[in-house]
C-alpha cells in the first residue's frame, strides 16, 4: 500500500503478478489488483470477487465501501445507500462505519428520501443524550424544509 499512498500506480501494477504468483490466496492482492484497475466497472466485478471469496477479511469490507463510493460518485444513489446499509450490517466495526453511515445519509438526501436519512442519522447516535438528540433531528428537519 506504500506505493499506492506515494502515487506510485505503475509500479504496483506492475508488482502484480508476482505478487499472485507468491500469495495466490490473499485478499489483499486482489484488493491491490481492483484498487488499481483504470476501469471503475471492472474494479466493481473485482472487489464483488474478494466479498464472495474472502467475506471475512478487511478487504471485503473495504471492498464494499469502494462499491458503494464507485456507485455514489456515479449518482446511482439508491445503489450506494444499499451497498452503504449493507457494509454497516455486515462489518459493523470496520474502520469504514463513520464514512459508509455519512454517505449513506447523503445517498438518501439525494434521492429525496429524507425521512429514511433522519432515521438512519437517528439510530447512529444512541449514545448521545436526549436532548442532544432532538437538537440534530430539529436541525435536520430544518435543512429538509
Known amino acids: 500500500m506504500t506505493l499506492l499512498e506515494k502515487g506510485q500506480i505503475n509500479e504496483v501494477r506492475n508488482n502484480l503478478p508476482e505478487l499472485f504468483e507468491r500469495y495466490p490466496e490473499n ?8 484498487l488499481t484497475t483504470d476501469n471503475g466497472d471492472t474494479s466493481v466485478l473485482k472487489y464483488e470477487t474478494i466479498i464472495e471469496k474472502y467475506p471475512d477479511t478487511k478487504f471485503a469490507s473495504l471492498s464494499l465501501m469502494r462499491i458503494g463510493e464507485y456507485l455514489f460518485a456515479r449518482g446511482l444513489y439508491s445503489q450506494a445507500s444499499s451497498r452503504f446499509k449493507n457494509s454497516l450490517i455486515k462489518y ?10 455519512d454517505l449513506m445519509v447523503d445517498s438518501y438526501f439525494a434521492t429525496g428520501h429524507s425521512d429514511s436519512a433522519k432515521i438512519s442519522f437517528f ?3 444512541p449514545t448521545l443524550a436526549a436532548a442532544s438528540i432532538l437538537g440534530v433531528y430539529l436541525s435536520l428537519i430544518h435543512i429538509s424544509e
Open 92 to 101: 459493523p466495526d470496520g474502520d469504514h462505519h463513520q464514512r459508509a453511515m
Open 27 to 34: 485478499a489483499g492482492v486482489y484488493f491491490l489488483d481492483a
Open 123 to 125: 439510530l447512529s447516535i
